[in-house]
T-cell receptor, first 117, second 110 residues
């Protein structure tokens, strides 16, 4: 499979559940991102990993916990979520590296639609 | 603070008419600007970026640092241009952020 793959595509969970979202990229990129897309807000950057090191945590509540075991995989662990966390969670990857052609261009996955009951 | 502003939530344009989607940004560093597009039932994807200085699907965008703008333009709208358009700002100097505006839905009328 090529590109950025996210699983599961749909997830329904209760507020006390623990679940994880998975993202995998087959593009050889060195940076991966989690964005949240909800109906009434713009795309919100949550986390950035560059060469497996977290370089950005955009004031995200601790009930969201990212994990990046290698440059191809990114997880978002979910615990004790709230109904307002229901949204589409988008993973993206890019080749970090200045202004050469293709650098810093995000390739997005299809997203994981999360519903918190 | 870094910010991207797209003032129009919805823009309706007749087929064949010119299109301009507005984008203004706020960033103290050297900006990298992008336009992303999301067609119905498709993934968010890159349309164009300012450093490429190219025309994609008839769209162009010029970075105006004086006005801190990166408006997207097309001289003659086509029905297949109907989509959601997002302006994005790359803040790569320090912290790898790529932040997005709220998006503008472009609706091409027949």
């Amino acid at each position: 499979e090529t590109g950025v793959t996210q699983t599961p595509r749909h997830l329904v969970m209760g507020m006390t559940n623990k679940k994880s979202l998975k993202c995998e990229q087959h593009l050889g990129h060195n940076a991966m991102y989690w964005y949240k897309q909800s109906a009434k807000k713009p795309l919100e950057l949550m986390f950035v990993y560059n060469f497996k090191e977290q370089t950005e945590n955009n004031s995200v509540p601790s009930r969201f916990s990212p994990e990046c075991p290698n440059s191809s995989h990114l997880f978002l662990h979910l615990h004790t979520l709230q109904p307002e966390d229901s949204a589409l969670y988008l993973c993206a990857s890019s080749q970090r590296g200045g202004r050469v052609t293709g650098a810093n261009v995000l390739t997005f996955g299809a997203g994981s639609r999360l519903t918190v009951l | 603070a870094q910010r991207v502003t797209q003032p129009e939530k919805l823009l309706s344009v007749f087929k064949g008419a010119p299109v301009e989607l507005k984008c203004n940004y706020s960033y103290s560093g050297s900006p990298e600007l992008f336009w992303y597009v999301q067609y119905s039932r498709q993934r968010l994807q890159l349309l164009l970026r300012h450093i490429s200085r190219e025309s994609i699907k008839g769209f162009t965008a010029d970075l105006n640092k004086g006005e801190t703008s990166f408006h997207l333009k097309k001289p003659f709208a086509q029905e297949e241009d109907s989509a959601m358009y997002y302006c994005a700002l790359g803040c790569m100097n320090r912290d790898d952020k790529i932040i997005f505006g709220k998006g503008t839905r472009l609706h091409i009328l027949p």
